[in-house]
């Protein structure tokens, strides 16, 4: 199947805001090496990968958000990129890409499983539990000396006001006498 795709140079506006829509150049150069690491690649050719991959990225993604809005979905997700792939004829990459998708979940799974605080911590969680209850029981212990104190404190404090007040009146009522 001979596919054309559309030229979109007309589309850009400038040169700033194609550079925003493809991948790092960095990223490219990497990749080459690594798949052809005795081969020099002039920089036409590197552009025109760049230019290439940028292409099948707009391709693919917008043939999935075309099968996403006819199933009525909001959230383009694998399933529509692989059914993206077989009606743009590239079936042959369909095995490929649900291996990639595979290790991508297993890799995002380790991930949350590492993320874990109390798995990284190496305390079981029962001895966490335990040391928990006793920082509350401390907690609750040191609440009750503060608010003990404080109520001493207001005791005091009415004592001293009653005192004066008695006082006060004692000096009033000789003055009367």
């Known amino acids: 199947m001979i596919m054309s795709i559309p030229n979109r140079s007309n589309d850009m506006p400038s040169n700033a805001e194609d550079d925003e829509l493809t991948l ?13 690491p005795s081969v020099r690649i002039a920089n036409e050719a590197r552009e025109l990968v760049l230019n290439c991959c940028t292409e099948f990225i707009h391709l693919v993604s917008s043939e999935a958000n075309e099968i996403c809005n006819q199933l009525n979905k909001k959230t ?24 990639v998708l595979k290790d991508c979940k297993a ?9 874990t605080r109390l798995e990284n911590l190496g305390i079981p969680e029962e ?4 040391q928990q209850q006793e920082l509350f029981a401390k907690a609750r212990q040191e609440q009750a000396y503060a608010d003990q104190q404080q109520w001493e404190q207001l005791q005091a404090a009415a004592q ?10 004692s000096d009033d009522q000789e003055d009367y006498s």
């Open 107 to 115: 890799v995002a799974a380790k991930r949350r499983r590492q993320s």
């Open 127 to 130: 001895e966490l539990l335990r």
């Open 24 to 36: 790092p150049r960095a990223s490219i150069n990497k990749m080459i090496k690594e798949l052809v």
């Open 76 to 99: 383009i997700n694998a399933e529509h990129v692989l059914m993206a792939l077989d009606k743009l004829g590239f079936g042959d990459y369909h095995a490929e890409a649900e291996a």
């Open 160 to 169: 001293q006001a009653q005192a004066l007040a008695m006082s006060t009146n």
